[in-house]
T-cell receptor
Framework: SQTIHQWPATLVQPVGSPLSLECTVE??????LYWYRQAAGRGLQLLFY??????ISSEVPQNLSASRPQDRQFILSSKKLLLSDSGFYLC????????????FGQGTRLTVV | AQSVTQLGSHVSVSEGALVLLRCNDS??????LFWYVQYPNQGLQLLLK??????LVKGINGFEAEFKKSETSFHLTKPSAHMSDAAEYFC????????????FGTGTRLLVSP
């Protein structure tokens, strides 16, 4: 069966420090991968998605970047964190062109101080 | 661009009462529709989805939703609330054509009192 791993679960980082969040999927190949952010009191905002290795699409301009170095690995990064980057980050995967279901990781709670 | 609107950021019910969480989508062409549940500091779990066929769909934990094209609604219901239903619920939509991605509503927090 397919599983999705996301780490770390929680992270406290100072302003200006770098960030690297990792997401890996098991049990499927060539998944579509997604990074969402959930800010306090707001819904889920799609940040990036990827349809294949090295293919990244950004939904909103921001201080973050994403990379997909391997088929089932999706990384969210920042060179210098801002206070506004705080939030709950969720990785998800879906298969095929028809997104009839997306599966989510357990999320990373990022607090920038 | 697709969007969904969830009415009410918080809904409070008593244990055993009807749960009704509202969701309306803006699509002119019926999309795929979803309800997800999120427990504190956890990821999202799919409750149910409408893709094709019967417009009344049943999900896990006794929840169901009906797609009403005339109202562009996809409200989530459960006949009798349980304390364990307290969580945040998200309605989401995905287009049927082109590259598909989930667009979420702002969420509704369900509070269940004894």
């Amino acid at each position: 069966s397919q599983t999705i791993h996301q780490w770390p679960a929680t992270l406290v980082q100072p302003v200006g420090s770098p960030l690297s969040l990792e997401c890996t999927v098991e049990g499927t190949s060539n998944p579509n991968l997604y990074w969402y952010r959930q800010a306090a009191g707001r819904g889920l905002q799609l940040l990036f998605y990827s349809v294949g290795i090295g293919q990244i699409s950004s939904e909103v301009p921001q201080n973050l970047s994403a990379s997909r170095p391997q088929d089932r690995q999706f990384i969210l990064s920042s060179k210098k964190l801002l206070l506004s980057d705080s939030g709950f980050y969720l990785c998800a995967w879906g298969s095929g062109l028809a997104l009839t279901e997306a599966f989510f990781g357990q999320g990373t709670r990022l607090t920038v101080v | 661009a697709q969007s969904v609107t969830q009415l009410g950021s918080h809904v409070s019910v008593s244990e055993g009462a009807l749960v009704l969480l509202r969701c309306n989508d803006s699509s002119s062409v019926p999309p795929y529709l979803f309800w997800y549940v999120q427990y504190p500091n956890q990821g999202l779990q799919l409750l149910l989805k409408y893709t094709t066929g019967a417009t009344l769909v049943k999900g896990i934990n006794g929840f169901e939703a009906e797609f009403k094209k005339s109202e562009t609604s996809f409200h989530l219901t459960k006949p009798s609330a349980h304390m364990s239903d307290a969580a945040e619920y998200f309605c989401a939509v995905s287009a049927r054509t082109g590259f598909q991605k989930l667009v979420f509503g702002t969420g509704t927090r369900l509070l269940v009192s004894p």
